[in-house]
């Protein structure tokens, strides 16, 4: 069912669609140590696409493969029909591809409303002298992207601490202000870098809301990087299982949770 | 239409006043909410538009005449616009309290057998699937917000705004229908149907009319001067009478703006940028902000703080005195006018209380100090005395005649009577037609010639004419020794220190008052960090022996107090806990309106009393807890028990 080129359809009825990422045998390498050796995978338009694994497995390490931040030695990655030569992160941004950070990167001295509002960056095409006269367009500019930012706002339920700088805030809500910024940014993929780490059940449970609600209401193609088990096999429509750098299964949560090497990684084999 | 002798002007309805309003006011704001940053305005006009296409979309989804229309949901233009088209159509509204769990709901909704709900959000919409198999009249279901909601069967389910959209295609083939029902709407049709919450038994639904709520609507903003240009935050539960009273009732009468805030959270940003004119909220909400300002006031720099203190002496000295119009020294005047412009403006203007008017607060008793606080600001802050059954307004206090133990005087067009028992009885236009499905507590409640009994045992003060209340008359007992045991008023004069945010108190029949304690987690909580002590969770923080020591210094101080006054000196507490959990609706400890449930409680705790009335040191016990989805989960706790200092009372001893 998966191998079909134009997508497949959820258990719970989304449709999803053509392949809009694809990871052709990457590998990269920090020196003489294989971070991912010789992976290959899609993410198709409208999915939740998770990748786990153990500790130092090589999560982190592809997503950022992924966001173009690390360049692979080899292999290719091709994103909306084309191969993605090397590029800068703003490069990246531009195509459309947002990210949140596992140890959260906001601009802590700056209201929640101003750095939903640096996600619109990208959205914004006057000049500095205009911004700075604000005058005419840019305002009218500034009006239009401060309106994404409200819905954006409204969407993740933090109007309450819309003006409050967030240094202030509890680290939940900070995570839920980094995906405010995601989003803000209308990105085509959105990658979350363990967006669950370090939160109580009661924040997960909202943060898993959260994250289902925006694939289903803008129908955003999500990647993420999880540790919590129970979450990943709720939330994600197919799962890569990454081992020391290794591709060792793919497929839908029920495929990946009866996979023997699956298995094996998380309860513990001892490796030859 | 003038052939008929009832009505002003002819106006038998809500819907009636809703078309004046759009007539004479054509370019007033009538509803405001604040959506995605910015206050979205509704005129009367538009207003009108937007009810009347919500109304033929209820026609077009078969709603008939009689039918009731449950409406849940924090406060929002598009619900309290349901609740008029409703009416519109013939049908009759039934707000129900949206914090109740499912269970709760699932009594309401079928003692009115309501066909159509309209909710606000998914949460709601969850709630109502959750229990419809128990519901055998439910039908349909509209909801407002839609998120969240794209996967659900839609084969009940309906977007507000897509009825309205269907209501609007079919304008001119629906209209007739809307404007014939609408004309058979009178002066005794139902307008409303609240339910009471319940300190005893089962929810009551109280069915009030178009003349309750018009005439009490009327009298009431001719009584407070209420002028179409005073504008209104609406945030109290739509289930509660007085939402209704000031946010439909008074609004349509009078034509003031209704803003609705962004979410509960923001409540307090959005009082401050609407500064409203008129002003209704429970003692407890003035107690938060009291605790908040004195809380920053406290972490404020020396300077500041001296300011503070000396003009908010100043203000105590001679602001209620000003605000009530009586003789002020010049030279207190000009201190007062310097005090307004470095301390009582700005404080204000933080709290959202520049513009009003008239405020008022109600439900409970509120400290004499909280009280005179805001007063002395210049904040016209005054109480009422009201119930369902009477459509809020029994009693009220007249600009110029304020005090904090007093309720005022009879409302125009109410009468009052005292029995001889001490409880009070009224009798007004807006009085409740009945108790729906429930004669028998309607004739309980309500005798043939309109009298009604409260519930509230108190007096009319000689000279002022003032109504005091003294406890609900079914509390207020008899200790074993035959002296009065009136439990709330000690309770209160407790929960006047900022620390106790919750008292019980126990001593019907026994031969000396225990009572249970709930610590103020903000207050004490700020008083811990200040001291250095730390803490984990509330049942932490209340048993540390120094919140202990202080909260026996609060009880011994009220003891005294209580043995100064002849009649209720009996009613010292000798012994108290500080409980290990604090009292929840979710629980049925308190009422949705946060009003104490003895009953429950005793029973829910007997194993508490027990050890209070035993002489025991100390108390092992688990209590059973709901959690806000419905869940249980229970905690065990040891709990100390203090006894505090009784004080005799001179008079007794000296009569003997």
Redesign the interface.
């Known amino acids: 069912m998966l191998d079909q080129a134009d997508g497949y359809v959820t258990a719970?009825?989304r449709k999803i669609g053509s392949v809009v990422m694809e990871m052709r045998n990457i590998t990269l390498r920090f020196g003489g140590v294989e971070a991912i050796k010789d992976i290959s995978f899609d993410i198709r338009e409208g999915e939740i696409r998770a990748i786990i694994g153990p500790n130092g497995a090589g999560k982190s390490s592809m997503l950022n493969v992924i966001s173009g931040f690390y360049v692979p030695q080899d292999g290719e990655v091709w994103y909306k029909g084309a191969l993605r030569p090397p590029m800068k992160p703003y490069q990246v941004a531009r195509q459309g591809i947002a990210r949140t950070f596992q140890n959260i990167a906001l601009f802590e001295g700056m209201s929640v409303?101003d750095n939903v509002m640096t996600g619109r960056l990208t959205h914004m095409k006057r000049g500095l002298w205009q911004q700075a006269v604000w005058r005419g367009p840019a305002e009218a500019e500034e009006t239009a992207n401060?309106?994404v930012a409200?819905?954006i706002?409204?969407?993740l339920?933090i109007?309450?601490i819309?003006?409050t700088p967030v240094a202030r805030l509890p680290y939940g809500l900070k995570k839920r202000v980094e995906l405010a910024r995601a989003l803000a940014a209308e990105p085509s993929l959105l990658l979350l870098d363990e967006p669950m780490a370090g939160m109580n059940v009661e924040e997960k449970e909202d943060m898993s809301?959260f994250i289902?609600?925006v694939n289903?209401?803008f129908g955003t193609t999500i990647a993420l990087i999880e540790h919590d088990m129970g979450v990943v096999m709720d939330l994600s429509d197919r799962v890569v299982v990454m081992d020391y750098g290794k591709k060792i299964g793919d497929g839908t949560p029920d495929e990946v949770r009866n996979n023997q090497d699956v298995i094996d990684a998380y309860l513990g084999v001892s490796h030859d | 239409m003038n052939t008929r002798s009832e009505g002003v002007n002819g106006l038998l309805s809500v819907p009636a006043l809703l078309h004046r309003n759009a007539k004479i006011f054509p370019t007033a704001p009538a509803y405001r909410e604040k959506e995605f940053g910015i206050w979205q305005t509704w005129t009367w006009p538009e207003t009108l538009e937007e009810i009347e296409a919500l109304a033929l979309g209820f026609v077009d989804l078969g709603v008939q005449e009689g039918d009731f229309v449950a409406i849940i949901g924090r406060n929002r233009p598009h619900l309290y616009w349901a609740m008029v088209s409703a009416q519109m159509v013939g049908a009759i509204p039934v707000p129900l309290y949206q914090d109740a769990v499912a269970e709760e709901m699932s009594y309401v909704l079928n003692h009115c057998g309501a066909r159509f709900v309209v909710v606000g959000d998914q949460e709601q919409v969850d709630k109502v699937i959750e229990i419809q198999d128990r519901l055998p009249e439910f039908e349909q279901m509209l909801y407002l917000d839609a998120r969240g909601l794209r996967k659900y069967d839609h084969a009940r389910l309906h977007q507000y705004s897509h009825v309205q959209d269907a209501g609007r295609a079919k304008r001119d083939e629906l209209l007739p229908e809307i404007t014939s029902r609408q004309a058979k709407l009178d002066y005794d049709s139902t307008c409303v149907m609240l339910y009471t919450s319940g300190t005893t038994g089962k929810p009551k639904g109280v069915v009030l009319s178009n003349r309750n709520v018009i005439e009490t609507s009327k009298s009431s903003s001719e009584f407070d001067d209420l002028r179409q240009t005073d504008s209104i935050l609406a945030y109290l539960p739509m289930a509660w009478v007085g939402d209704f009273i000031f946010s439909v009732g008074q609004a349509m009468w009078t034509g003031f703006c209704t803003n609705c805030p962004e979410s509960a959270d923001t409540m307090h940003t959005d009082l401050r940028e609407i500064g409203p004119t008129y002003y209704f909220a429970p003692p407890r909400v003035f107690e938060t902000q009291l605790t908040t300002v004195m809380i920053r006031m406290e972490d404020a720099g020396r300077f500041k703080k001296w300011l503070f203190d000396t003009f908010m002496a100043h203000a105590r000295r001679v602001g209620p005195d000003i605000l009530d119009g009586r003789p002020v020294s010049q030279w207190d005047r000009f201190k007062y006018n310097i005090g307004e412009l470095m301390i009582y403006g700005p404080l204000k203007n933080t709290l959202g209380f520049s513009k009003i008017r008239v405020g008022y607060t109600a439900g409970e008793a509120i400290g004499p100090e909280i009280f005179d606080f805001f007063r002395s600001l210049g904040i016209n802050l005054k109480q009422l005395y009201g119930q369902t059954e009477a459509t809020v307004f029994i009693t009220a206090q007249p600009d110029g005649e304020v005090r904090s133990d007093t309720v005022g005087v009879s409302c125009p067009g109410v009468e009052l009577r005292i029995a001889e028992n001490g409880e009070v009885f009224y009798r007004s236009p807006g009085v409740f037609v009945e108790y729906y499905k429930n004669p028998e507590s309607t004739a309980g409640t309500k005798d043939a010639e309109g009298w009604v009994a409260t519930g509230d045992a108190g007096f009319i003060e000689e000279g002022s004419g003032h109504l005091r209340i003294i406890d609900r008359a079914k509390d207020v007992g008899q200790m074993a020794d035959g002296s009065l045991f009136a439990p709330k008023y000690v309770e209160n004069k407790l929960k006047f220190f900022p620390n106790i945010l919750e008292v019980v108190v126990f001593g019907n029949d026994r031969s000396e008052c225990t009572a249970f304690i709930n610590i103020d987690l903000t207050a004490v909580g700020n008083w811990a960090e200040r001291n250095n002590i730390g803490y984990a969770s509330y049942q932490e923080l209340a048993r540390h022996p120094q919140v202990m020591d202080m909260i026996q210094s609060h009880v011994e101080e009220v003891n005294a107090s209580v043995a100064q006054d002849e009649m209720l000196s009996g009613c010292q507490v000798s012994r108290f806990v500080v409980l290990h959990k604090e009292l929840d609706a979710d629980d049925g400890e308190l009422t949705r309106t946060r009003k104490v449930r003895r009953r429950i409680i005793e029973e829910k705790f007997a194993d508490i009393i027990a050890a209070l009335y035993d002489g025991s040191s100390s108390v092992s016990t688990v209590t059973e807890v709901t959690y806000e989805d419905g869940r249980k989960g229970s905690i065990a706790a040891t709990l100390e028990v203090r006894s505090a200092e009784v004080f005799p009372v001179s008079q007794q001893i000296a009569a003997q």
Do not use: P
């Open positions: 719970d009825g409303l401060r309106e409200e819905r706002i409204d969407f339920e109007q309450a819309r003006k809301r289902l609600d289903d209401e």
